[in-house]
C-alpha cells in the first residue's frame, strides 16, 4: 500500500501581510499549540485539531491593527497546504468524510472529500457580528481557503443553532472529524480510492 509514511507537513508563508508557520501530524498524539493573534481563531484552530486527532502547531504574525482577515484568510491557505502535503497522492485514505456535531441547541454538519476538486458549500446563516473580536464571516474565508489549498469539497450545514459561538463550535468539531475520517487510511485499499484509477 503506497501510503506516505511520515503523513506529516510543515509550511511556512510570509507576505508583506503575514507572517505563517504550520506544522501538522495526521496520526497525531495531541499535540496541539495554536497562536494566531486571533483568539476565537485558537479557539477553533484547537477544536479542529482535538477533534481530528492532528498534532498542529501554528505561529501567525499579521497585520491585525487593519483587521484579522489577512492572518485568518493565509491560515487557512496553509493549514490546506500542509494537508494536501501531508496525504501526498492521497493513497490508501478512505477519502470521505462526514460527522453531525451537537453543541447545546445547536447541530452542525460537515462533509468532505479530498478529491483534488475544491469546493465550498457554506450554508450556515449569521448575521455580520463579531465573537469576541472575531468576525463572523472570517469562518467562511478560512473554510474557503482550506478547501483551495487541500484540494477538498467540503459541504458545511447549520442544521439548527441560535448561539454565534455554538454554531462556530459545531462546525469546526464537525470538520475535524470529518477530515479525521476522510484521511484514515484504509487497510484494504491499494492506491487512490476512485473509480477512474486517479484523483
Do not use: W
Not at 121 to 133: A, C, M
Not at 154 to 173: M, P, Q, S, Y
Amino acid at each position: 500500500m503506497a501510503v506516505q509514511s511520515s503523513r506529516t507537513a510543515e509550511i511556512v508563508r510570509a507576505t508583506k501581510e503575514t507572517d505563517i508557520q504550520v506544522s501538522l501530524g495526521l496520526d497525531g498524539a495531541g499535540k496541539i499549540d495554536v497562536q494566531t493573534g486571533v483568539g476565537f481563531m485558537d479557539h477553533m484552530l484547537t477544536l479542529l485539531a482535538v477533534h481530528g486527532f492532528f498534532d498542529l502547531h501554528i505561529r501567525a504574525a499579521g497585520d491585525l491593527d487593519i483587521d484579522d482577515h489577512h492572518t485568518v484568510e493565509d491560515v487557512g491557505i496553509c493549514l490546506g497546504q500542509a494537508f494536501a502535503d501531508a496525504l501526498g497522492d492521497k493513497s490508501g485514505i478512505c477519502r470521505y468524510g462526514h460527522a453531525y456535531v451537537p453543541m447545546d441547541e445547536t447541530l452542525a454538519r460537515v462533509c468532505v472529500d479530498f478529491s483534488n476538486r475544491p469546493y465550498l458549500y457554506y450554508n450556515v446563516p449569521l448575521e455580520d457580528r463579531k465573537v469576541g473580536t472575531f468576525d463572523t464571516p472570517l469562518a467562511k474565508e478560512f473554510l474557503r481557503a482550506l478547501s483551495l489549498h487541500a484540494g477538498l469539497t467540503l459541504h458545511v450545514d447549520l442544521l439548527h443553532g441560535e448561539n454565534t459561538h455554538h454554531i462556530l463550535e459545531a462546525v469546526f468539531k464537525a470538520l475535524g472529524r470529518a477530515m479525521a475520517e476522510a484521511t484514515t487510511v484504509h487497510d484494504q485499499l491499494t492506491g487512490q480510492l476512485s473509480s477512474k484509477g486517479t484523483l
